[in-house]
């Protein structure tokens, strides 16, 4: 009966141990900085024709932020890498870039590395990627004005002179081709 004692003593005695010398809970990046979106749906896009988006990133916390790295989940979206620290209570750009290769709908994973910080913050991009015939034929049943499902979006024009291409100034969408 003693050593049962003795035995289950040494075992409490050394969880607490234990439990005293468990590291701090390490912040997440969430709790670090603020995304303008969590993610970004770029609506029915043209094939061929790469599209932009820019994340907004606020650094709520006390100290300067040091982006390690910025990545995608498939090499069709590139995002441009942060080189300067995020000063507190500072907003950067995050530029990301979907090639538009592929005719279909897509979803893909953008991920912020922080220095320090185990888990990257992720944010999304998405959107419906459609042939030059299915494109044309949405837009002539769209109304006009409304190609664009957000002011953020940059559409890149391609260098083919026979397919249309978008591109956006800071607030009107534009139809045009390419010369």
Request: aromatic share 8%; charged share 20%.
């Amino acid at each position: 009966m003693k050593k049962i004692f003795l035995a289950a003593t040494a075992f409490v005695f050394s969880l607490a141990t234990f439990a005293q010398t468990t590291p701090a809970a390490q912040p997440k990046a969430e709790d670090l900085i603020k995304v303008n979106v969590e993610k970004h749906d770029f609506g029915k896009i043209l094939q061929g024709t790469p599209v932009t988006y820019s994340f907004e990133i606020k650094n709520v916390s006390e100290k300067p932020l040091v982006v390690e790295n910025t990545w995608a989940s498939c090499g069709c979206t590139t995002p441009e890498k942060i080189v300067d620290p995020i000063l507190p209570g500072k907003t950067v750009s995050l530029k990301v870039q979907y090639n538009a290769a592929a005719a279909a709908p897509f979803s893909k994973d953008v991920f912020i590395k922080l220095a320090g910080i185990d888990q990257p913050k992720t944010v999304q991009i998405s959107g419906e990627v459609l042939t030059a015939e299915a494109y044309d034929a949405y837009m002539k049943d769209k109304k006009p004005g409304t190609e664009m499902p957000a002011a953020n979006n940059t559409r890149v024009p391609t260098t083919s002179p026979s397919s249309p291409s978008i591109s956006t100034n800071s607030s009107q969408p534009k139809l045009s081709k390419n010369q």
